[in-house]
C-alpha cells in the first residue's frame, strides 16, 4: 500500500523509499553523449516507478523511446542521479506560502546515484512492465518510437529532509525498509 504520510525525520531509510514510491516522476542526470553538450550533465524530466502502487520493490523503473537522449546517453556512460522532491506530493511543508517553500528544508529532496541499464531479459522486461504500466497506463499505448525499459542500480543515496544538509543513507538499508 502507498504511504500517505512522509515518515518522520530521522527514519532516512524508510523517507527514502517513501520518496521513491510515492513519486510517479523524478528527474534523471546523464553524462550527455550528445557532440554539442559532450561529457555535460543533462538533466531531464521522466516518469519512473518502484512498482505498482501497493508494492514498493524500491528500485526505479523507466520507459523510453531508443531516440532519447537519456537511452543514447547511458548507452555512452551509465552513471546517472535521480532527482525527486516531495514538492510533488503537495505536502504542506512544500508549499509556497508565507510559511513554506519548496527550498524548505522540512520538504525532503532525495537524490539515488548509480547505475541505469537497459532491461534486455524476458522476466526484466516482465518486472518493468508490472511495475511502469499500472501507474503509467498511457505508456501501453506508446507506439511512435521504439521503447525500452531501464533499470537502475543504486550505489549512493542522499537525503536532505531536516536541517543541516545531505544525509548518506546506507543502500542496503534502503532495500530492507518494508513501506507496508
Known amino acids: 500500500m502507498r504511504c500517505v504520510d512522509p515518515p518522520p525525520h530521522g527514519e532516512l531509510a524508510k523517507?527514502?523509499?517513501?520518496?521513491?514510491?510515492?513519486?510517479?516522476?523524478?528527474?534523471i542526470t546523464t553524462l550527455s553523449s550528445s557532440p554539442a553538450l559532450l561529457g555535460q550533465p543533462?538533466?531531464?524530466?521522466?516518469?519512473?516507478?518502484?512498482?505498482?502502487?501497493d508494492k514498493s520493490s524500491g528500485i526505479p523503473y523507466m520507459y523510453q523511446p531508443t531516440v532519447s537522449y537519456i537511452v543514447q546517453d547511458i548507452s555512452q556512460n551509465s552513471k546517472v542521479t535521480l532527482t525527486f522532491s516531495e514538492a510533488q506530493f503537495g505536502l504542506k511543508e512544500c508549499l509556497l506560502t508565507k510559511d513554506s517553500d519548496p527550498e524548505w528544508p522540512m520538504c525532503a529532496r532525495l537524490m539515488l546515484m548509480g547505475d541505469m541499464h537497459l532491461v534486455k531479459d524476458a522476466a526484466g522486461n516482465a518486472t518493468a512492465k508490472a511495475a511502469l504500466f499500472p501507474r503509467h497506463p498511457s505508456m501501453s499505448s506508446w507506439h511512435f518510437h521504439q521503447h525500452t525499459f531501464l533499470k537502475m542500480d543504486i550505489n549512493q543515496i542522499l537525503?536532505?529532509?531536516y536541517f543541516g544538509g545531505y544525509s548518506n543513507v546506507s543502500v542496503a538499508d534502503y532495500f530492507k525498509v518494508n513501506l507496508d
Open 15 to 27: 523517507r527514502a523509499r517513501y520518496i521513491v514510491h510515492k513519486a510517479d516522476w523524478c528527474v
Open 42 to 53: 543533462f538533466p531531464n524530466p521522466t516518469s519512473m516507478s518502484d512498482g505498482p502502487v
Open 159 to 161: 537525503l536532505l529532509d
